[in-house]
């Protein structure tokens, strides 16, 4: 029988050799986040009331996380949404669906262009208060992908390219969530920070890699009667390396 | 004697060791689908319309059919929404059942076909198209049941009680919470795993209902393709 060579693992700094447990014989790990080179870690919420009195939508959009020219891939861990409908008013009963699609903007657009295209999307408020914003350390690099907030009022359907607008998205849905709203909402109907999408460990994130990948979260709500309200916001968390794997 | 692990690329630097717990330094990887045209992970969202009530018992309203012989198919995640709509429904239970198909040889149709035909809905672009057969999603009716054997027992339940939203209701009264994982295979875990023996194999979700009520529902499904022969595990 051949001897059997043990051999202790020592770090780069500390030469101090890693545990193995006593009973289980299992090697002890510390799990770190995965590796941001050059650049870093994201968190970016928005936040929008994308339909006026009267008004419903069909796919709007209310929520986009897009990828710049920089070069860089997104690997996005989790995305929520929040969604209120306030007393106010007297709302029309009926099916509300929220989905996450992944798209493209066309050529030639760009974060700060969206306003710009397409018919009756509203205004984007503004990528970020300051690129520098959503770090979650302040040493890490600029990201490359951007949450962006849109404004309130409009049903955003404009943004898809169908209507031509300033996206192209794929014809189905990475994720789907689906519920009704009542005629009469009070209290509140208040659905607060719902995944849409949520990488666990060993799971395949969704990943971002050419200039001008997107995200978007749209929605197809009813009418609403005057004065009554919904208020959507939306979590993006992602990290931004050279590739991935 | 002691040794350091270096990496394929990174050999200069070796792992660390926490100097106190002694623990190895790791980051946790998905399955390996990177590879240029090499299978990868996939996620459809769909959401029926609004639903007939009464449907009879075990009406199927969600059908997932693989049927490539090149790869096999391991569902990771499959999360169920259902709400209620202005119409209430009358005491009574709601039963939603996933239960596995096998030698799925015809499938289910009448609803909403959301496969993802087109090379979409690929978690990262550069992952190949899916080979996925078809999902198919109710509308506001049942589907039209295929030709597959039904396991006997279900992989996953939910029961629901109508008699604790009754009157509520009309203010979207949510049946099953949203995005409920019915099925789900965490790190670690065994996936559903399915191939094309017998002519193809799937899941399905069940609905049970009472008599009156409107509802809707929506199911988000994510999963992994890989090379047959690759094996798995």
Redesign the interface.
Known sequence: MAAQ???????????????VELNNSA?????????QELFGYYQMATRTTPFSAGTGGINGVVGLLVLGEMGNVAVVKQITVSFLLTSAGTGS???V?I??V?GKLVTGASPATISGTGANQGTVISPMNSMMDGRKRDSMAIPNAVAIQLAGGTTNTGLVSSAGGAIFT?????????????????PT?T?TN????NT????????L??NW?ALAITIVQPASSTAQTTDISCLFRWHEMTS?? | MTSQIVGASNNLFPVEVDPNTLAMHTTIRPDDLFGVNAPGGYSVGAASGSMSAGLAAASPIYAFRWTDASRVCLVKKVLLTVGCSGTNFTAGQLLFNMVVGRAWSSGDFNGTLVSPSLPSNRLKSEMASTVLQSIFIANTGTLTAGTRTLDTQPLATVAVSTTSIAGVASSGAQMVPYSFPLFQAAAGDFPLVLTNTGGGEGFLIQATVPATGVWAFSVTTIWEEISVNTGYP
């Open positions: 060579i043990k051999t202790q693992i020592s770090g780069e700094n500390n030469l101090g050799p890693a545990e090697l002890r790990v510390h799990v770190m986040p995965e590796d009963a009926g099916q669906t989905n996450l992944r794929e014809p189905f849905n990475l994720a789907t969530v689906t519920f009704f709203q009542g005629t009469s909402v009070s109907q659905i719902l995944d849409l999408w666990g460990a060993g799971d395949v994130p969704i990943v890699t050419s990948d991935y794997p």
